[in-house]
Structure formats: structure tokens, C-alpha cells
């Protein structure tokens, strides 16, 4: 019993206890990679399909309306990519990296605004995307300054 209670001891100091909890981590990311890897397919897939669709049964003059749901379905493959190169370098350098992070969201807030349409949103909507990619941007010259200097 005695042995029990050192190995509980022993098991909660602080550094088993991080170890741990990167191994968690660890784990943690290469399952959300696997899964991350199955959405990019399906969403690769779901864009074929629209693609298809919209090539082949759509008539000519009504193509143009659809044309900003197909980068739509682009830009988020490539989120989707990106959300993906962030878990994996959190995998290779177990550090968020911040720069990835902001560059994602300033592709979001893109496909946002490359879909938005004007005759459905009101101009609070317009301004608080313009001013999350003042934001953004601010944030990412920022971060490209302070890696420069490094």
C-alpha cells in the first residue's frame, strides 16, 4: 500500500504531471489532423460536385451568380488548409504559432466579404468586417515586424 501511495506521489509532481499533459496534447492534435484531413476531402469533394452542377446544368447568363459560391467553396478548402498547417505545426514545434493563426482569420474574414451579399446584410455588418480586417491586418504587420527583427 505503501508503494501505491509513493507511485501517487510520484506520478503528481510537476514535471510527470506536464509530461503527461503534452502526451495529451500530442494526441489530442493528431486526431484533430486525421479529422481535419477528412473535412479538407469532403469539402474537396462537395466542391466537385457543385462544380459539376453549376458547369454543366446551369444556364449561361445564370453562371456569374453563382460564381461567388464556387470561390466560396475554394476559400474554404483553403481555411481548412490553413487550420490544418496550424495543427501540424503545433505538432513539429508544440508553439502556437500566432502568425498562422491571424493569416487564417484574415482568409475568413476575406471569404466573407468575396461572398457577402449587399442586398442581404446592413451596413453595421460591412463595418464590423472592415474592422475586423483593420484588425487583422494591424495584427499581422505587427507580428511580420517583430519576427523581422528576431
Known amino acids: 500500500m505503501r508503494k501505491l501511495f ?3 506521489r510520484e506520478a503528481s509532481k510537476d514535471e510527470k504531471f506536464m509530461h503527461l499533459v503534452e502526451n ?6 493528431k486526431i484533430l489532423s486525421l479529422l481535419m ?26 453562371f456569374n451568380t453563382t460564381l461567388f459560391k464556387i470561390f466560396g467553396l475554394f476559400l474554404n478548402v483553403l481555411i481548412a ?7 501540424t505545426g503545433y505538432l513539429k514545434k508544440h508553439v502556437l504559432q500566432v502568425e498562422l493563426v491571424i ?15 449587399l442586398d442581404k446584410v446592413s451596413g453595421i455588418d460591412i463595418i464590423g468586417l472592415g474592422i475586423a480586417l483593420l484588425a ?11 519576427n523581422a527583427k528576431h
Not at 24 to 29: D, F, G, N, P, R
Not at 52 to 62: M, R
Not at 103 to 117: F, G, N, P
Open 6 to 8: 509513493q507511485r501517487i
Open 37 to 62: 484531413l477528412v473535412v479538407i476531402f469532403v469539402a474537396i469533394l462537395d466542391l466537385g460536385i457543385f462544380l459539376y452542377k453549376e458547369l454543366f446544368s446551369t444556364p449561361y447568363a445564370k
Open 103 to 117: 493569416v487564417t482569420s484574415l482568409i475568413a474574414v476575406a471569404r466573407k466579404i468575396i461572398i457577402l451579399d
Open 81 to 87: 488548409l490553413e487550420i490544418l498547417e496550424n495543427i
Open 24 to 29: 495529451i496534447e500530442v494526441i489530442v492534435s
Open 136 to 146: 487583422l491586418s494591424i495584427s499581422y504587420w505587427i507580428i511580420r515586424t517583430t
